[in-house]
């Protein structure tokens, strides 16, 4: 009785890794919100805004897999707390140069920076999981890593804007400091079991060598990997990418409120999505001995009946307020379903890769996911700007097509429960 008691608590460990992830997204998300929305109030520039924000993000794509391999490669601890460390004297750098280098160039390399250490920073902690929490605790532990992230990444926006409208930019890059400090202290006293690899002396050779163990093992040893990683990359790219960019598009253009009352709205909607993460992940930690494999064609049928209710609203319903709140309500659903399937799916991950491999097999699913994702959102752009009254049109082919994607992988999940001894 008392060793089931012990294996059902959480760690020290874990708990410090938990609570460094809190206190490091928090300060890094208040600086990706605040230094732009400095640029934006500087220059009055839209397009000037958003390609610094789109630029930043290509980094943290190049870096995922290279975070990966050093997730995998060198003491996952040290990488954690060297990227912070590293973090905060870039911050403080930052302060110094402010008054004498042109800001503007100066915060697109700050974003770029901070983009690309947060790619290296998270195949760390994912790869750290599975070494930290029983296997029969992975679904919780992996719940509880996912809800402090979605929190912190609400937090630190609405922190953010706060402080910017309050206080300007300054207050925010020393608190920002303090975050990350306070992070690498806590990870200093982690404990990471690690076994050192052989690698060749050329450390090129050694990280293509690296990437190719991992796509072998997921291509070949294990292709059941790949084959649930395009299914969670689908969820991304046919569902979560058209939420995103129908609900601006809709509720801003299309459905008649006036510009105060549609982006309080939109607003709203963006809370109710953000809540829907929280949910999702709060249920994956409640009910995690009843998700098993078998479970998830239901939550996938799920996200898919929730991307059509949009469209028969859309199609059906004339009431712009009654529109809203299906489109809302559904894409919150979405969130919430899609936020259980991503935490079954990274767990499964974690329990049918071997601990000297996870760091990259996990960092590719994640580069493939953020691949696709904004490459959605491009196609989606295009859609509605020019489908005009048919806009329920792609939430219909989103949802059929996801559907039958579900159908079509009932025995790929079937055999994940085989393969995990879930």
């Known amino acids: 009785m008392n060793e089931k008691m012990k294996r059902t608590r959480f760690s020290r460990d874990f708990i410090l890794v938990v609570t460094g992830q809190i206190v490091s997204i928090f300060g890094n998300q208040i600086l990706r919100y605040a230094l732009p929305l400095y640029v934006l109030n500087q220059t009055g520039s839209s397009a000037l805004f958003g390609t610094i924000s789109a630029v930043a993000f290509i980094p943290m794509l190049l870096l995922y897999p290279v975070g990966g391999i050093l997730a995998d490669r060198l003491n996952k601890k040290k990488v954690m707390v060297v990227l912070d460390l590293s973090t905060s004297i870039l911050v403080f750098i930052f302060c110094l140069l402010a008054g004498s280098v042109e800001i503007v160039s100066l915060i697109a390399t700050m974003m770029i920076a ?8 998270q195949p760390a902690v994912q790869a750290s999981i599975p070494i930290l929490v029983p296997p029969e605790y992975l679904i919780q532990g992996n719940s509880i890593v996912n809800t402090v992230t979605s929190l912190s990444g609400m937090a630190g926006p609405v922190m953010g804007g706060v402080l910017f409208s309050w206080v300007g930019l300054d207050p925010i890059l020393y608190v920002s400091i303090g975050c990350f400090l306070a992070s690498a202290i806590m990870e200093m006293f982690i404990h990471i079991p690690f076994v050192k690899q052989q690698r060749e002396k050329n450390m090129i050779r050694t990280g293509l060598s690296d990437l190719k163990d991992g796509f072998r093992f997921m291509f070949r040893e294990k292709p059941v990997l790949w084959k649930i990683s395009v299914v969670f990359s689908g969820v991304g790219l046919l569902l979560t990418s058209l939420v995103l960019i ?34 999702g992940g709060a249920i994956a930690g409640v009910v995690a001995s009843k998700l098993k494999p078998p479970t998830i064609p239901f939550i996938l049928t799920g996200c898919a009946f929730s991307i059509l209710a949009g469209g028969m609203a859309l199609q059906m319903l004339t009431d712009p307020l009654t529109i809203y709140v299906v489109l809302t309500l559904g894409a919150g659903s979405l969130t919430a379903l899609s936020t259980l399937f991503q935490i079954q799916v990274m767990s499964y991950i974690q329990i049918l890769t071997p601990k000297e491999l996870v760091g990259k097999v996990i ?26 009254y048919y806009a329920y049109v792609p939430f219909y082919v989103a949802g059929v097509t996801m559907a039958t994607v579900t159908l079509l992988t009932r025995s790929t999940f079937a055999s994940i429960g085989t393969l995990s001894g879930t």
């Open 246 to 279: 129908a609900l601006p598009v809709l509720i801003t253009q299309r459905l008649g409120f006036a510009p105060d009352t549609a982006n309080r709205l939109y607003g709203y909607a963006l809370g109710v999505m953000a809540g829907g993460a929280i949910t």
């Open 114 to 121: 901070l983009y690309a250490i947060q790619g290296a920073y």
């Open 363 to 388: 960092s590719f699913v994640i580069c493939i996911c953020m691949c696709l994702l904004p490459a959605g959102q491009l196609i989606y752009g295009f859609v509605f700007e020019t489908i005009g």
